[in-house]
Structures are given as C-alpha cells and as structure tokens.
C-alpha cells in the first residue's frame, strides 16, 4: 500500500511509521499462533509414532468429503481476499467490496460445513467421552488432538470473520480505501488461516490414512 492510501491515526505521525507498526506487530501475533499450532504438530507426531496403529484406525474414522470441501473453501476465499487487496491498491473500490463479501461468505460456508461434520462425529460417538466408538484407548489421542486442533482453528477463523465484517462495514460506508493498513492486516491473518487449516487437513485427514 502507498503511504498516502490509508488516513492517519492517533498516536502516529507519519502513514508510513503507521503501516510498519501495523503489519510489524501483526507478524508478531501470526508468529505466536504458529508456534502454538507448532506445540499442536509436534505433540500429534511424537503420539503417532507411539500409537501407529491406533492412530491409522482412528483417522479412518475422518470425513474425508468433509475436510476436502472445506479446503477448497478456504483456498478460494484466500484468492477472494487476494483480489480484494489488489484491487485496492488500484483503486477498484467496488471489486475490493465484492472480493470482502466473497469472503466473508466462504468463511461462513467453512463454519457451516465443519458444523455437520461434527454433527456427524458427534452421533458416531467419535467424542472422547464415555462412549467412546472406537475400542482402542490410543484412537482417544487422535481425536483429542482432532477436536483441540479444528476448534482452535475454528476460534481462529471465527476471529477472521469478524474482521471480514469490519473490512465490509468500511466499503459500505466508504471508509475503505481510507483504511488500507486494516485491509492489508485482515488480509495476512486470513492467510494465516488458511496455511494453518491446510497443514490441519493434512495431519488428520491424510497423513494417517
């Protein structure tokens, strides 16, 4: 973004010093979140060399359909988000609103279609709970680390969204090319959702199987 694309906020006094604070202290937080999705890995490899069996019969039990859907989801609203950055660093405030809204709405998609899986999970007593479905005591492990892992991620997203709505507030109102350092902020943490979803995707839907 050019420095003269964003309006200038208290404390700063210059747009440029305020868009390196912005994005600085972001890439702060997004390296936080990944060293805790990190703790996340390396504790699921350490019990899956521990439980192999366990943990292959226990992936079994994954949606498949489910995870990929939602990876196509989240892949294209990263593209949206993607275009809507880039068509307001030229100035087409109409197909960053667009791009916003497209978003938001694959988000919500994402939400929608990961709420039936664990629906689905949920009746197939695929908690680990009392009544537990499966008989091994390792697959326990597994989807411990399932839900931990999908529901922060969800938290993550949830947080994501909210920003997407802001991000939409603005364009309504014609405050968006006025806030360039939010678009460019929301943009790099939606990213940050998707990188962390695909390597989810990856560790309990494929790795296993």
């Known amino acids: 973004m050019t420095e003269a694309s964003a309006t200038l906020h208290e404390p700063f006094e210059s747009k440029v010093r305020q868009r390196e ?65 880039r068509a307001l660093e030229v100035r087409q405030s109409r197909l960053a609103e667009l791009a916003i809204w497209a978003t938001l709405a694959l988000g919500l998609a994402f939400m929608v279609t990961k709420g039936l899986e664990y629906r689905e999970d949920i009746q197939e007593h695929l908690w680990p709970g009392l009544s537990f479905a499966l008989s091994d005591p390792a697959s326990r492990i597994f989807w411990g680390f399932y839900w931990t892992m999908t529901v922060v991620h969800l938290c993550h997203l949830t947080v994501g969204l909210g920003l997407m709505a802001r991000l939409a507030w603005f364009a309504r109102t014609g405050q968006l090319s006025a806030n360039t350092d939010a678009m460019e902020a929301s943009s790099l943490y939606w990213h940050l959702v998707d990188v962390v979803w695909i390597v989810v995707f990856t560790t309990l839907y494929l790795v296993c199987r």
């Open 21 to 85: 604070t912005v994005i600085f202290g972001l890439w702060i937080f997004l390296t936080s979140e990944l060293l805790l999705f990190a703790g996340f890995f390396m504790g699921f490899a350490a019990y899956r060399h521990a439980h192999q069996q366990a943990f292959v019969e226990a992936a079994q039990h994954t949606n498949l359909a489910f995870g990929t859907i939602n990876t196509v989801l989240l892949f294209t609203s990263s593209l949206c988000m993607s275009v809507g950055s």
